[in-house]
């Protein structure tokens, strides 16, 4: 039977503990996860909470957690991270944006983020935001063809250093050490 590290959840043979390093987060972070990304091995929002002090993962099948996301939404100033119609360039609106103590991110697949998007109406009440010039993504085991399509750790650490000048830097390292220990398919490579 595989043995697991209690700290970072995976096989101790691929434990990334020996890169952790706290970052304190300059906002609260929820990260609404779609359940079929919950169990997969090359789950960024997992390496986030490793990381990032004040960050918490919802399921967005538990009704109870939703539930109270949506009122810490209410009554927290609170942006969302998701390209949509309405939503504005994160760049442009840094320096002279309103006061964010509160970020939202959406984990999983472009489709299943519409999906958890259109599913949870209240998430188009936020304030949205979209990146126009991320930096070309350094994840390379998952399918897209957009250099600038980025995982959710890499979303949430330029949405952290270039608002709020975070030192993000282990934040990238533990998911390079993930990325090194990953063996999966080769179609499954960038």
């Not at 009554?75 to 939503?87: D, E, I, K, R, V």
Request: net charge positive; aromatic share 8%.
């Amino acid at each position: 039977m595989r043995q697991y590290c209690s700290v970072c959840q995976y096989p101790l043979t691929t434990c990334v503990c020996s890169v952790i390093r706290r970052v304190k987060s300059p906002v609260s972070i929820s990260i609404i996860q779609h359940p079929k990304e919950v169990m997969h091995a090359k789950n960024t929002a997992r390496l986030i909470t490793l990381c990032l002090e004040n960050t918490s993962v919802v399921v967005s099948s538990n009704n109870d957690q939703m539930t109270s996301l949506k009122r810490r939404c209410e009554t927290l100033p609170t942006a969302l991270l998701y390209p949509c119609s309405h939503s504005h360039s994160w760049e442009q609106t840094t320096a002279s944006g309103p006061p964010l103590s509160h970020l939202v991110v959406l984990d999983g697949s472009w489709r299943q983020a519409f999906g958890l998007w259109q599913q949870h109406a209240w998430l188009q009440t936020l304030p949205a935001y979209h990146f126009s010039s991320a930096p070309s993504s350094d994840y390379a085991i998952r399918h897209t063809g957009n250099r600038h399509h980025v995982s959710t750790l890499e979303a949430v650490a330029y949405a952290l250093s270039s608002r709020f000048q975070t030192d993000v830097s282990p934040l990238y390292r533990l998911q390079a050490r993930m990325q090194e220990f990953w063996q999966g398919p080769p179609e499954h490579r960038r």
